[in-house]
C-alpha cells in the first residue's frame, strides 16, 4: 500500500497491521468499500475511526465500514421521507420553541463567577 508522504514511517506500519486485522475480521466488505477503506488508511487514518465521530448505542466510536453502513441507511430513511414529511419535522424542530430562559445560556451563581473570572485572570 502506498501511502500519502505526511504519514510517517512508523505510523504506516501500524496501520498495515491494523488493516490486515480489520480485514481479516470484516468479511462481508463490499468492494466499494474496502476501496474507500483503503484510501482512509492511506491518509493515515485506523480503519477502526471514522472521520464524522460517530459512535454507537454504547456511545463507543464507530468503526470505519460501519459508519459508511450508518450513513448509507441516513441517506435511504432521509430519502424515503415524502416532502410534507420533511417540511413537517422541520417546523417542529425550532428555536422558537425553547424558552426563554434557555436562550440566553446557563445562569452561574455570580459567587461561582467571580471565583472563576479570578481564577482564570491570575
Known amino acids: 500500500m502506498k501511502f500519502n508522504k505526511n504519514v510517517p514511517l512508523e505510523h504506516q506500519e501500524i ?4 488493516l490486515k486485522e480489520y ?32 459512535c454507537d448505542d454504547n456511545c463507543r466510536p464507530m ?7 450508518f450513513w448509507e441507511d441516513m441517506k435511504e430513511c432521509l430519502d424515503a421521507l415524502s416532502e410534507n414529511d420533511v ?4 417546523s417542529t424542530n425550532s428555536f422558537d420553541d425553547v424558552p426563554d ?3 440566553e445560556g ?3 451563581p455570580e ?3 467571580q471565583k472563576v473570572e479570578v481564577e482564570v485572570l491570575i
Open 23 to 54: 480485514e481479516h475480521n470484516f468479511t462481508n466488505m463490499t468492494r466499494e468499500e474496502r476501496h474507500l477503506l483503503h484510501m482512509w488508511v492511506r491518509n493515515g487514518n485506523s480503519p477502526y475511526d471514522n472521520g464524522d465521530y460517530v
Open 111 to 113: 459567587e461561582l463567577r
Open 63 to 69: 468503526d470505519f465500514v460501519n459508519t459508511l453502513r
Open 106 to 108: 446557563f445562569i452561574i
Open 87 to 90: 417540511l413537517s419535522e422541520k
Open 101 to 103: 430562559s434557555y436562550k
Open 15 to 18: 496501520l498495515i497491521k491494523q
